[in-house]
């Protein structure tokens, strides 16, 4: 498959190069990768980095910049696909993943330079260090802004929670969670928040802004990063009901990709599948 | 400036190792806007309420909530705040071990996270709060500096040296009101520079937090039953000033390690670890403090003397070891 640099290209073209090069680095790693969470992201991840976020990836440590923290950390993949094709790093960077002693392995490790603010993998703790960042930038009288991308599973963590209430006791408008609910985790549906939970009710009762979107719908991802910016005096939590594997028919609400490794029959397959827009269009979001 | 006097020391041991600690970060605030003090809802146990006042955009209290207080302080600490966030020794070293690892450790965020009401000194409270295998755990977290300051002085010294020092350090507080004075001038104090307070003997004494104090009235009794020993402030736990445990094991006869804190993993045991890695040839070394099992409670004063870890024991023990080594021979 050849990348296409997405600078030029539109909104679904560029999510579709992203599910390309995760795809792509991860059957070249041979190994097995935490697929499934990379590819549900992805047009949340390209919306952000494209439309929403302050950065330089020319000047990744530029001062002013807002924060990315990418708390569900297996999901690294598919962030440094986005932040390869944002240009922090060339191709032939991105494909030193899984190789021993490369910057990039299977979770964040804080690289500010590459634009990895953080290191994280192990869950439920970049909301309190976004918290933290963001209470400093507030008390610095800075105008920037954290965003933590969360997953639907990572919520089952306890300190997910300490954070979230402290981070609406103080108000901390300039701080976004934005939870990718795909809806499973390592061993199958999340069904703790399947029942007479709604993990979306759980973070309007810790008293932040909720906006639930369809995490593949643009025009609503865009929609609620303006409406979270708007909220100055509580903190806001994207919901987006997205689907694991998204993108790739057959990796679609199949946790067998949750973390797998991609074969060369495999990788023709998503090749196939990701060979049109129609294809990464087809799918029924989660929610 | 910190003025170390005997009347100082005196009035500073009246207030207490916790309360000093918010005296000083409160001092120390005054000159520094870049001071940040987090507290787990202990800002009242840690004499922070006047930081608290005087100081409200430099302070927090995130709640009960140890392993959020942890994160939040690393990313302050990497919005270039110096970061002092307090709680329990128990809650600081172990319910947020793993935040330590990752924020602390594995990103070497600069926070200094200072353990309060370490080793007995919680009294009735029971071992629910005490703090005595908060050096074990904290020791196996790469990159970060452990130190136990011996009295109310060093408490001030090390709060100074950490506000500019640029890595991530556990500041353990351990003793009560009136815990014995062990400087009473000044002195210097570096990070990771041990502090002889006696001439190197053939008997040596090494400790840290307010063991310290305790050893040099041991060191007294042991005099008086004429044995010379010695006293080595080893306030920096981690990493080990080995140039001094080097001068030790060439020198002394035998050493001993006392610690408020288990005998597992603690400061003996790092010790232990230095001259068995660097191939040192030295006296037996005797590892003094709490045994592997929960302690019987009792106020502060009745679990040092039940663990013989105030001056009457630690000669005890020292006579004892000594004994014994001498009808080995």
Redesign the interface.
């Known amino acids: 498959m050849e990348i296409i640099r997405t600078a030029n290209l539109s909104f679904s073209a560029s999510c579709l190069e992203t599910r390309r090069l995760i795809i792509e680095t991860a059957f070249k790693c041979g190994q097995a990768t935490h697929i499934g969470g990379s590819l549900s992201m992805v047009e949340l991840l390209t919306t952000l980095y494209s439309e929403v976020l302050a950065h330089r990836p020319h000047e990744p440590e530029w001062a002013d910049r807002d924060i990315f923290i990418l708390s569900k950390g297996h999901s690294f993949l598919g962030h440094l696909a986005v932040l390869q094709q944002q240009g922090y790093f060339s191709a032939e960077k991105l494909g030193t993943y899984l190789t021993n002693g490369s910057d990039f392995i299977a979770h964040p ?2 690289k500010p330079a590459l634009g990895v603010e ?3 993998g ?1 869950l439920g ?1 970049g ?11 507030r ?2 009288r800075q105008d920037r802004r954290v965003y933590v991308m969360m997953g639907d599973g990572e919520c089952n963590e306890g ?1 997910v929670w ?2 979230a ?2 981070a609406c ?2 108000a901390l408008g300039n701080l976004t969670a934005i939870v990718d609910e795909n809806g499973l985790r390592n061993d199958g549906p999340n069904t703790t928040y399947a029942g007479r939970v709604v993990l979306a009710n759980v973070w309007r009762a810790f008293g932040w802004n909720v906006v639930e979107v369809d995490g593949h719908d643009h025009e609503a991802i865009l929609a609620a990063f303006h409406e979270a910016r708007g909220k100055t005096e509580v903190p806001t939590a994207i919901v987006a009901h997205t689907v694991k594997g998204k993108g790739v028919p057959f990796m679609e609400n199949n946790n067998d990709w949750h973390h797998n490794r991609i074969t060369a029959n495999v990788f023709e397959e998503c090749v196939k599948a990701l060979g049109s827009e129609k294809t990464i269009a087809s799918g029924e979001t989660h929610a | 400036m910190l003025e170390i006097s005997a009347r100082n020391a005196r009035g500073w041991t009246r207030i207490g190792p916790r309360a000093i600690y918010g005296q000083a970060l409160t001092a120390l605030a005054s000159a520094d806007p870049n001071i940040f003090a987090l507290s787990a809802d202990l800002g009242r146990s840690s004499g922070l309420d006047r930081f608290s006042k005087e100081y409200p955009d430099q302070f927090l209290n995130v709640g009960i909530a140890e392993q959020n207080m942890v994160g939040c302080a690393a990313g302050l600490a990497r919005m270039g705040y110096h970061v002092f966030a307090s709680t329990f020794a128990p809650f600081a070293s172990m319910r947020a071990s793993e935040q330590v690892r990752m924020n602390m450790g594995y990103m070497r965020e600069p926070v200094k996270l200072v353990a309060l009401g370490s080793g007995l000194s919680m009294n009735y409270l029971g071992n629910s709060h005490f703090g005595l295998e908060d050096v074990a755990v904290m020791r196996t977290v790469p990159g970060l500096t452990i130190i136990a300051p011996a009295d109310c002085a060093e408490i001030q010294k090390t709060l100074e040296a950490c506000v500019g020092y640029d890595k991530p350090v556990y500041i353990r507080l351990t003793g009560v009101p009136n815990s014995p004075v062990v400087y009473t001038e000044d002195y210097v104090f570096e990070i990771g520079k041990a502090v002889r307070l006696t001439p190197l003997r053939e008997v040596m004494l090494i400790s840290s937090g307010t063991t310290v104090g305790h050893c040099l009235g041991a060191v007294e009794l042991l005099a008086q039953a004429g044995i010379e020993a010695g006293v080595l402030n080893m306030h920096t736990i981690k990493p080990l000033d080995t140039d001094a445990l080097a001068d030790i094991a060439a020198k002394a006869r035998a050493i001993f390690v006392i610690e408020e804190h288990t005998t597992v993993g603690g400061l003996g045991s790092a010790i232990l670890d230095h001259y068995n890695d660097a191939g040192l040839s030295c006296p037996p070394v005797f590892r003094h403090g709490i045994p592997d099992r929960f302690v019987e409670t009792g106020d502060y004063t009745f679990m040092l003397k039940q663990n013989r870890l105030d001056a009457e024991g630690i000669a005890e023990v020292v006579k004892e070891r000594l004994g014994r080594i001498g009808a080995d021979r």
Do not use: D, H, P, Y
């Open positions: 490790v804080k953080s290191s994280n192990s703790q909301l309190s260090f976004g918290m933290g960042m963001a209470l400093g930038m008390r610095r300190s300490e954070s209430a402290t006791e103080l």
